[in-house]
Protein backbone atom coordinates (compact mmCIF):
# COMPACT_ATOMS: atom_id res chain seq x y z
CA UNK A 1 0.00 0.00 0.00
CA UNK A 2 2.77 2.43 0.93
CA UNK A 3 4.72 1.56 -2.82
CA UNK A 4 1.17 2.00 -4.20
CA UNK A 5 0.78 5.69 -2.65
CA UNK A 6 4.17 6.49 -3.38
CA UNK A 7 3.92 6.04 -6.69
CA UNK A 8 0.44 7.84 -6.71
CA UNK A 9 2.36 10.52 -4.99
CA UNK A 10 5.32 10.40 -7.51
CA UNK A 11 2.61 10.56 -10.94
CA UNK A 12 1.00 13.24 -9.31
CA UNK A 13 4.12 15.55 -8.60
CA UNK A 14 5.08 14.78 -12.09
CA UNK A 15 2.25 15.49 -13.43
CA UNK A 16 2.25 19.38 -11.70
CA UNK A 17 5.92 19.79 -12.62
CA UNK A 18 5.23 19.40 -16.36
CA UNK A 19 2.38 21.74 -16.15
CA UNK A 20 4.17 24.04 -14.65
CA UNK A 21 6.76 23.34 -17.48
CA UNK A 22 3.93 24.48 -19.60
CA UNK A 23 3.31 27.49 -18.35
CA UNK A 24 7.00 28.86 -18.25
CA UNK A 25 8.08 27.38 -21.69
CA UNK A 26 5.17 27.54 -23.51
CA UNK A 27 4.69 25.65 -27.33
CA UNK A 28 7.43 28.14 -29.64
CA UNK A 29 5.80 30.10 -32.07
CA UNK A 30 6.56 29.02 -35.83
CA UNK A 31 8.40 31.63 -37.84
CA UNK A 32 6.95 32.68 -41.26
CA UNK A 33 9.77 31.12 -42.69
CA UNK A 34 9.01 27.62 -41.30
CA UNK A 35 4.52 27.99 -42.59
CA UNK A 36 6.12 28.83 -46.20
CA UNK A 37 8.37 25.81 -46.27
CA UNK A 38 6.29 23.34 -44.83
CA UNK A 39 3.27 24.80 -47.19
CA UNK A 40 5.63 24.52 -50.05
CA UNK A 41 6.11 21.04 -49.29
CA UNK A 42 2.46 20.48 -49.22
CA UNK A 43 2.65 21.80 -52.79
CA UNK A 44 4.65 19.53 -54.63
CA UNK A 45 8.40 18.56 -54.69
CA UNK A 46 10.94 21.15 -55.22
CA UNK A 47 11.26 20.18 -58.83
CA UNK A 48 7.78 19.88 -59.72
CA UNK A 49 6.76 23.24 -58.78
CA UNK A 50 10.01 24.43 -60.98
CA UNK A 51 8.42 22.81 -63.68
CA UNK A 52 5.53 24.36 -64.16
CA UNK A 53 5.35 27.52 -65.71
CA UNK A 54 1.88 28.45 -66.51
CA UNK A 55 -1.56 26.74 -65.33
CA UNK A 56 -5.03 26.58 -66.96
CA UNK A 57 -7.79 25.12 -65.20
CA UNK A 58 -11.51 24.96 -66.56
CA UNK A 59 -15.05 23.71 -64.53
CA UNK A 60 -17.90 24.56 -63.47
CA UNK A 61 -19.37 27.85 -61.74
CA UNK A 62 -22.24 28.77 -59.86
CA UNK A 63 -23.04 32.31 -57.59
CA UNK A 64 -25.78 33.21 -55.32
CA UNK A 65 -26.70 36.34 -54.33
CA UNK A 66 -28.01 36.52 -50.68
CA UNK A 67 -28.31 40.00 -49.57
CA UNK A 68 -28.61 43.34 -52.09
CA UNK A 69 -30.67 40.80 -54.23
CA UNK A 70 -31.53 37.63 -54.39
CA UNK A 71 -30.86 34.41 -57.12
CA UNK A 72 -28.67 31.81 -58.07
CA UNK A 73 -26.73 30.61 -61.17
CA UNK A 74 -24.77 27.76 -63.03
CA UNK A 75 -22.42 28.24 -66.20
CA UNK A 76 -18.69 27.62 -66.78
CA UNK A 77 -15.26 28.90 -65.27
CA UNK A 78 -11.83 29.46 -66.31
CA UNK A 79 -8.85 30.31 -64.46
CA UNK A 80 -5.26 30.89 -65.88
CA UNK A 81 -2.07 32.38 -65.40
CA UNK A 82 1.84 32.76 -65.85
CA UNK A 83 4.23 34.28 -64.56
CA UNK A 84 2.87 37.33 -62.93
CA UNK A 85 -0.79 37.29 -65.07
CA UNK A 86 -3.73 36.19 -63.91
CA UNK A 87 -7.12 35.56 -65.03
CA UNK A 88 -10.81 34.40 -63.59
CA UNK A 89 -13.52 33.64 -66.34
CA UNK A 90 -17.01 32.88 -65.05
CA UNK A 91 -19.05 32.53 -67.83
CA UNK A 92 -23.05 32.43 -66.95
CA UNK A 93 -26.07 31.18 -69.55
CA UNK A 94 -28.89 32.57 -69.58
CA UNK A 95 -28.36 35.97 -69.06
CA UNK A 96 -29.85 36.01 -65.65
CA UNK A 97 -26.30 36.99 -63.97
CA UNK A 98 -23.74 39.20 -65.77
CA UNK A 99 -20.57 37.37 -66.26
CA UNK A 100 -17.27 37.96 -64.51
CA UNK A 101 -14.11 39.00 -66.31
CA UNK A 102 -10.91 39.66 -64.72
CA UNK A 103 -7.70 40.34 -65.84
CA UNK A 104 -4.14 41.10 -64.80
CA UNK A 105 -1.15 41.14 -67.46
CA UNK A 106 1.20 41.54 -65.05
CA UNK A 107 0.95 45.82 -64.60
CA UNK A 108 -2.55 46.54 -65.52
CA UNK A 109 -6.18 45.04 -64.23
CA UNK A 110 -8.82 44.87 -67.17
CA UNK A 111 -12.49 43.63 -66.26
CA UNK A 112 -15.67 42.89 -68.16
CA UNK A 113 -18.72 45.47 -68.44
CA UNK A 114 -22.16 45.13 -68.19
CA UNK A 115 -23.25 47.74 -70.00
CA UNK A 116 -20.09 50.08 -71.16
CA UNK A 117 -18.65 52.01 -68.09
CA UNK A 118 -21.63 49.78 -66.00
CA UNK A 119 -19.34 46.59 -63.70
CA UNK A 120 -20.54 44.32 -61.01
CA UNK A 121 -20.03 44.85 -57.72
CA UNK A 122 -16.92 41.75 -57.30
CA UNK A 123 -15.33 43.90 -60.60
CA UNK A 124 -15.74 47.08 -58.63
CA UNK A 125 -14.38 45.32 -55.46
CA UNK A 126 -11.05 44.12 -57.33
CA UNK A 127 -10.97 47.09 -59.34
CA UNK A 128 -10.56 49.49 -56.12
CA UNK A 129 -8.49 46.52 -54.65
CA UNK A 130 -5.88 45.46 -57.42
CA UNK A 131 -3.15 44.98 -54.80
CA UNK A 132 -4.83 41.22 -54.44
CA UNK A 133 -4.07 40.95 -58.21
CA UNK A 134 -0.42 42.60 -58.24
CA UNK A 135 0.66 40.75 -55.33
CA UNK A 136 -0.52 37.31 -57.27
CA UNK A 137 -2.52 36.21 -54.20
CA UNK A 138 -5.94 35.67 -56.19
CA UNK A 139 -6.51 32.20 -56.80
CA UNK A 140 -4.01 31.21 -54.36
CA UNK A 141 -1.51 28.10 -55.09
CA UNK A 142 -3.90 27.83 -58.42
CA UNK A 143 -2.07 30.61 -59.70
CA UNK A 144 1.43 30.82 -60.91
CA UNK A 145 1.65 33.91 -59.95
CA UNK A 146 0.90 32.66 -55.73
CA UNK A 147 3.76 34.95 -54.02
CA UNK A 148 4.69 32.19 -51.47
CA UNK A 149 6.17 30.55 -54.34
CA UNK A 150 9.12 32.72 -54.46
CA UNK A 151 8.97 35.08 -51.65
CA UNK A 152 11.85 37.55 -52.85
CA UNK A 153 10.11 38.76 -55.95
CA UNK A 154 7.27 40.34 -53.98
CA UNK A 155 9.20 39.94 -50.81
CA UNK A 156 6.32 41.09 -48.25
CA UNK A 157 5.58 41.22 -44.52
CA UNK A 158 5.23 38.16 -43.18
CA UNK A 159 4.20 37.55 -39.06
CA UNK A 160 2.93 34.51 -37.72
CA UNK A 161 -0.18 34.99 -35.36
CA UNK A 162 -0.78 31.31 -34.09
CA UNK A 163 -3.52 28.94 -34.61
CA UNK A 164 -7.28 30.01 -35.34
CA UNK A 165 -10.27 27.13 -35.34
CA UNK A 166 -12.58 27.67 -38.04
CA UNK A 167 -15.79 25.75 -38.65
CA UNK A 168 -13.72 22.89 -36.28
CA UNK A 169 -10.61 23.05 -38.14
CA UNK A 170 -7.52 24.61 -37.05
CA UNK A 171 -5.44 26.53 -39.18
CA UNK A 172 -1.79 28.45 -39.23
CA UNK A 173 -2.30 31.89 -39.45
CA UNK A 174 0.14 34.45 -41.48
CA UNK A 175 -0.94 37.99 -41.93
CA UNK A 176 0.54 39.43 -45.21
CA UNK A 177 1.55 43.13 -45.66
CA UNK A 178 2.65 44.38 -49.30
CA UNK A 179 5.82 46.24 -49.31
CA UNK A 180 4.13 48.78 -51.77
CA UNK A 181 0.95 49.39 -49.09
CA UNK A 182 -2.31 49.10 -49.50
CA UNK A 183 -5.98 49.50 -47.42
CA UNK A 184 -6.91 45.57 -46.72
CA UNK A 185 -6.01 43.61 -44.06
CA UNK A 186 -4.86 40.33 -45.30
CA UNK A 187 -4.72 37.16 -43.37
CA UNK A 188 -3.32 33.35 -45.10
CA UNK A 189 -4.96 30.37 -43.11
CA UNK A 190 -3.22 26.97 -43.41
CA UNK A 191 -3.91 23.87 -42.54
CA UNK A 192 -2.48 22.88 -38.97
CA UNK A 193 -1.31 18.92 -40.21
CA UNK A 194 -0.99 19.09 -43.78
CA UNK A 195 0.15 23.05 -44.47
CA UNK A 196 -1.90 23.11 -47.79
CA UNK A 197 -3.13 26.90 -47.90
CA UNK A 198 -7.16 26.94 -47.63
CA UNK A 199 -8.46 30.13 -46.60
CA UNK A 200 -7.57 34.03 -47.66
CA UNK A 201 -9.55 36.98 -45.62
CA UNK A 202 -9.27 40.44 -47.06
CA UNK A 203 -10.38 42.87 -44.64
CA UNK A 204 -11.06 46.48 -44.87
CA UNK A 205 -13.47 49.24 -42.53
CA UNK A 206 -13.87 53.16 -43.28
CA UNK A 207 -16.15 55.55 -41.81
CA UNK A 208 -18.91 57.48 -43.34
CA UNK A 209 -18.28 60.76 -44.48
CA UNK A 210 -19.37 63.07 -42.18
CA UNK A 211 -22.73 65.08 -42.25
CA UNK A 212 -23.90 67.69 -40.42
CA UNK A 213 -27.29 66.58 -39.75
CA UNK A 214 -27.25 65.17 -36.06
CA UNK A 215 -29.87 63.06 -37.05
CA UNK A 216 -28.38 61.20 -40.10
CA UNK A 217 -25.32 61.43 -38.14
CA UNK A 218 -26.56 59.22 -35.19
CA UNK A 219 -27.89 56.81 -38.12
CA UNK A 220 -24.54 56.36 -39.56
CA UNK A 221 -22.38 53.06 -39.42
CA UNK A 222 -19.24 51.88 -40.47
CA UNK A 223 -18.47 50.51 -43.98
CA UNK A 224 -17.15 47.23 -43.63
CA UNK A 225 -15.81 45.00 -46.71
CA UNK A 226 -14.85 41.15 -46.30
CA UNK A 227 -13.54 39.21 -49.43
CA UNK A 228 -12.72 35.32 -48.38
CA UNK A 229 -11.13 32.40 -50.59
CA UNK A 230 -11.30 29.13 -49.77
CA UNK A 231 -10.04 26.21 -51.09
CA UNK A 232 -10.53 22.80 -50.44
CA UNK A 233 -10.85 19.06 -52.61
CA UNK A 234 -6.96 18.59 -53.30
CA UNK A 235 -5.97 16.40 -55.84
CA UNK A 236 -2.22 16.28 -57.34
CA UNK A 237 -1.92 17.05 -61.16
CA UNK A 238 1.19 17.13 -62.90
CA UNK A 239 2.92 16.76 -59.81
CA UNK A 240 1.29 19.60 -57.86
CA UNK A 241 -1.13 19.16 -54.91
CA UNK A 242 -3.81 21.64 -55.98
CA UNK A 243 -7.77 22.38 -54.92
CA UNK A 244 -9.94 21.37 -57.54
CA UNK A 245 -12.78 23.71 -55.48
CA UNK A 246 -12.34 27.58 -55.15
CA UNK A 247 -14.84 29.75 -53.60
CA UNK A 248 -15.06 33.26 -53.46
CA UNK A 249 -17.18 34.93 -51.00
CA UNK A 250 -17.63 38.93 -50.94
CA UNK A 251 -19.54 40.83 -47.97
CA UNK A 252 -20.11 45.03 -48.23
CA UNK A 253 -21.85 45.45 -44.81
CA UNK A 254 -22.87 48.83 -45.78
CA UNK A 255 -25.66 51.48 -44.68
CA UNK A 256 -27.22 52.00 -48.12
CA UNK A 257 -26.14 49.41 -50.36
CA UNK A 258 -25.37 46.18 -48.71
CA UNK A 259 -24.40 42.73 -50.50
CA UNK A 260 -23.43 38.99 -49.70
CA UNK A 261 -22.58 36.70 -52.63
CA UNK A 262 -20.51 33.83 -53.37
CA UNK A 263 -19.25 32.25 -56.34
CA UNK A 264 -18.74 28.23 -56.61
CA UNK A 265 -16.20 27.17 -58.78
CA UNK A 266 -15.19 23.40 -59.27
CA UNK A 267 -12.42 22.50 -61.55
CA UNK A 268 -11.91 19.59 -63.37
CA UNK A 269 -9.52 20.18 -66.23
CA UNK A 270 -5.90 20.80 -65.77
CA UNK A 271 -3.35 22.01 -68.57
CA UNK A 272 0.43 22.80 -67.47
CA UNK A 273 2.88 25.02 -69.66
CA UNK A 274 1.01 26.24 -72.46
CA UNK A 275 2.63 29.01 -73.46
CA UNK A 276 -0.07 31.73 -73.28
CA UNK A 277 -0.24 35.03 -75.37
CA UNK A 278 -0.31 38.32 -72.76
CA UNK A 279 -3.34 39.75 -74.71
CA UNK A 280 -5.11 36.87 -72.87
CA UNK A 281 -4.57 38.06 -69.97
CA UNK A 282 -6.56 41.87 -71.20
CA UNK A 283 -9.96 41.65 -71.36
CA UNK A 284 -10.18 44.87 -73.70
CA UNK A 285 -7.81 42.93 -76.02
CA UNK A 286 -9.06 42.19 -79.73
Known sequence: MIQVNQLRFRSVFLL???QIAAIICPAQKLKP??????????????EARAGISSRVAQGSAD?????????????????????????IGIIFAPQDYSNEKVAFDGTKLTLGELTPGNRTR???FFKEHDIMFKEGLIGGTLSAAWPLLDLSVKNPKLKYVGVKKISGRSLHVLEYEPRSGGNLDIRLYFDSETFQHVRSEYDQSFTAPTVTNPDKAARQKETHLKFIEEFSNFKVESGLNLPHSYKMHLTIDSEGNPLLQDWLINLSQFVFNKNLDAKQFDVNAK
Open 16 to 18: GIF
Open 33 to 46: EDVVARHLESIGTT
Open 63 to 87: VTKRIGGSGHAVGGAVMASQGRMSL
Open 122 to 124: LGI
